[in-house]
């Protein structure tokens, strides 16, 4: 059994779980944060993403002991309350259907928003498509993921 | 995934220790592939050793135009490092391209490298900047290091310090991704070191990343993309799956290097 | 009203699922819980001979390893087929025994042999790989058109040759004669390619089983929870339909998918009664690629003979339809009533005939998959119109316009009987929207840059809205396909709206409530949708065949209407006016011309508190409808797809993507593009990327997406989505289905945009840059032998 303490959407938490837990079964079953959901078993699909002391990254393909210390933000703790501009934007231009891709699609929508505020270039619709390599979507055909993830990233 | 024992070692005489003492011991410098296996029970180390607390085994730095990248360092690390971008810019743009953000926050070079995967972009870097892979025992020249798919000679408990990139001309790095996985289908490193034109192949080869003699000794001759179309690229000894026979992937070689050629 | 019929309401359900509440059948977590996991067969086609479980249960934490000989011994039933098709010559279909566990043989690669119930998943999983089973391997029959062949390996005893049946619809000797007097007749064989649906929620499960009550309870990742607990009842004979609450909470993603009752979910619910446990099972993606009912899988030939007008006289196809190891719930009718019914698409064509034949193979079950027949017809048909505008010299969209059909309504030569349309206006729509007169311009622009311009168009019509009972039920369907409603005004005015259609994705809980708010003037926030809970809701057939807007959304009409004739009687009673001077529009029942009215809650608290209600009318304000449909209804429209090729690569970008639907009303247009969206994606994934492929001896090639190509952001454009509107007489709303529409207009679009710019026709889905480079190759190799 592994200690692992974290900074989970602000609040610290400890629990003792197998070494094999990943930090997406940690999310889901030991804080029954189950925003974060998993699609995939070869890292491929998105809908596990979280940020992890910033970064965007699988949590289906992270062990909980390797995140120990580390501040972790889910979709649930994205907001102080209401919705980051990232969810509304979400709700405002329809980029979700069945909901279950999208905890991931927004995680990865701030991550690329914020990396490319950073570095001060343009988040093109191109350069869109090409960041959501990692998420997958069945329902929308990424049309308004698109237009959602453009539409926050004139408002954060 | 069948029981293991995790360790986060700090130094890398710790991490040597619980790897010499596990039964069977798992290095983790990323997980991109460890830790899928694992899931899908193809891999049951006894105990998996994460070379990631180890300070020492992290970052980038420069001397000479020759660049040392520790182990450690993520993809997303040397593809936003002002310092590679200035020595070595071809590496950003292949780091930059591996997998997706997620992946890059989290996969690491020297992972990468001892996994040696046969579709992987770095072995490619290594392979055409005739790089040297710095161990806790030894250095290792690139030449010698790759040892077919998935196989390196690194040896039971040998870590992955470092890899040294010798200071290159120039250099530039494409490819073809399998429309699934992504991942290099064709990747092709095309690099000027010490006056000599090196050109790697990953993605293509049964055996892992590859050097192609025909290639380079016709860009010797003339550095251009119009200086492939007469070089032999046999299809013996290529990959032929579901996404790419070896005859196209032959072809690709051909089409992914005059692309890396046109941009070096 | 702002929230009515017609408004880009945003969705009322997208709170929960942008903040990570969803509460999918995964997040959820029962007392007393232990996991399952499968055994499943590592071979397409062995003998069964032992099963020795004695390693895992000696594991700590393994609670118990459940086979398919005590699953029959407890009377539990094999997984049973809902269409029964007879074949042309009059016999009734002959299909496999299913049983949800295998017994004596296996016949597919994730065939379940065993469920073993563990206190942890992972633990569930290690024991799983535990348990020893002794196979016998037998010679697997794999290839659809293969299976038919003499010596091929035998799937099911019972079923000879591995014919399911040998279908046939239209009129031969008319369309013989028709082909033979043809001025030029366009022949091509295609395959259509296997998919694997790929919900991004994996199917998932919660058994319960309350031994006090005797009663059973299964939280399930189902697109229809009704016909999931008839099934499990019924058919199954695992708990009386009383007995057993099935509840769909959230679910992500169905295209077909999660119609079905598979093994899995009987085997947990079975195995919680024998356990005295709580069991949940959640599928990993392999375990989807392996076994989640597959799409389409067809190989045909296919002839339109044309008239020296370039009029199409005939239509001939023979199709072979591979369902797989077993006969899925809705596999029968998929090639046969939901697709040859088709066959004469958006066209005028006086002859056709069609001849089906289904095969067992030692495959995955193959069952609908958004569409459902439909798409694999209109790609035939739309290959074959594009192949045969090329072979005439005539502009694609000026053979189909000239072939449409014009005059509605229009009795095709294939049963169905089309309601409405307007074909010309959505190709005009397209063309516009896709600037075609351009393309030419631009594909010298291509040329000079060394690509490959191709424009590719598909005009479609389907049949969606399933479906008439009374006329499934004359075609072997072995359930009716009307739809249930409820609407309950509760005494302050709000409403719910019970449905048995259920969302997983196309947003009813906005679209239903749209209604109410349309009829009432009341706000959307003031109605809630109720769905996915058999305790909860009435009997109801669920979500599928594009039919909760125009069979779902009907029943809410229908109840609708008789909520306002009870509301119009006490408020002409209340006001002492006559019912036929009221007017109720935004959240009030007025008078007209007076100033007399009742808001729209007092109405409601009239109707409970009963203190002053007609005579003779029971209080209360509740009324359920039961809709079934006197016809399908007919959605059609015209896609333009332009593609740029690397021949070098094979690689193909599309760079305009132009789709013009006619759904008759839209109650949403924001949701109704989304679908629209989707479904184009999903049809561009079937023709460009994915193929579920398995090798000669049956093994999965394709089981993760490392190898099987999903579509991603950067595979695809942003869509031009443009409405034309035919209402079809054959719902209260005019509605028509637009679920499915995406799916089966795109994929002949973008091969006919491939074909088009590589100048080949010999191409196959999926389209990937290497079969692209190598249609290229060929072609040529071709011009070089000439």
Redesign the interface.
Known sequence: MATVNLTVNGKAVRRDVPDTTLLSEFLREELRLTGTHVGCDTSQCGACVVHVDGKAVKSCTMLAAAAAGGEVTTVEGLANGGLHPMQQAFHDNHGLQCGFCTPGMIMSGVDMVNRYKDSGRELTEAAIRHELEGNICRCTGYHNIVKSIQDAATKM | MYPTKYHKPDSLEAASAAMAAAEDGKILAGGHTLLPTMKQHLAAPSDVVDIRGIAALHGISERGGALTIGATTTHAEVANSAVVAAACPALCCLAAGIGDPAVRHVGTIGGSLANNDPAADYPAAVLALNAMVITNRRDIPAEDFFDGMFTTTLEDGEIIKAIRFPASECGSYSKFPNPASRYAMVGVYVARVDGRVRVAVTGAGEDGVFRHDGMEAALSAEFAPDALDSVEISDDGLLSDLHGTAEYRAHLIRVIAKRSVATC | MSDGIGARV??K????????????T??L?QENQAYAAFVRSPHAHAKLLGINASEALAMDGVIAVLEGGELNADGIGNIITGWAITSKDGEPMKCGAWSALAVEKVRYVGDAVAIVVAETQ?LA??AA?AVEVDYEELPASVSTAGTLEPGAPQVHDNVPGNLIYDWEIGDEASTDANIAAAAHVTEIDLVNNRLSP?????RSAIAIHDEAEDHYTLYTTSQNPHVARLLLSAFYNVAPEHKLRVIAP????G?GSKIYVYPEELSCLWASMKTGRSIKWTS???EAFLTDAHGRDNVTNIKMGFDENNRITALKIHNTANLGAYVSLFATVTPTYLHGTNYSGVYDIPAIYGNVKAVHTNTTPVDAYRGAGRPEATYMLERVVETAARELGVDPGELRRINYIKDFPYQTQVILNYDTGDYVATLDMARASADVAGFPARKAEAAARGKLRGLGYASFVEASGIAPSAAVGSLGAGVGLWESAEVRVNPVGTIEILTGSHS????HETTFAQLASDRFGIPIDNVQIVHGDTDKVQFGMGTYGSRSGPVGMSAVMRALDKVEAKVRKIAAHTLEASEDDLVIENGEVKVAGTDKKMAWHEVGLAAYTGHNLPPDMEPGLKEGAFFDPVNFAFPAGTFICEVEVDP??GVTDIVQFVAADDFGTIINP??V??Q???????GIGQAM?EGV?YDEDGQL??G???????????D?P??VVEHGCTPTPNNPLGIKGCGEA?AIGSPPALINAITDAIGSNDLQMPA???AV??ALQAAKSAVAAE
């Open positions: 945003k969705r359900e997208d709170k929960r699922f942008i903040t990570g509440k969803g509460k999918y995964d997040d977590r992972a999983r290690i790989e790929n919900a991004m929620e994996p959230d679910v992500g993603g295209f990993d993606r392999s997983h994705g196309q947003s070098e690569t924001m949701v593009e989304g629209v969206h989707g479904g184009v994606t999903q990327l492929v090639l394709t993760s997406y490392m190898d099987y190509a999903m579509p991603r952001a950067a695809v942003s869509f995406g990937t840059p290497l480079w190598q």
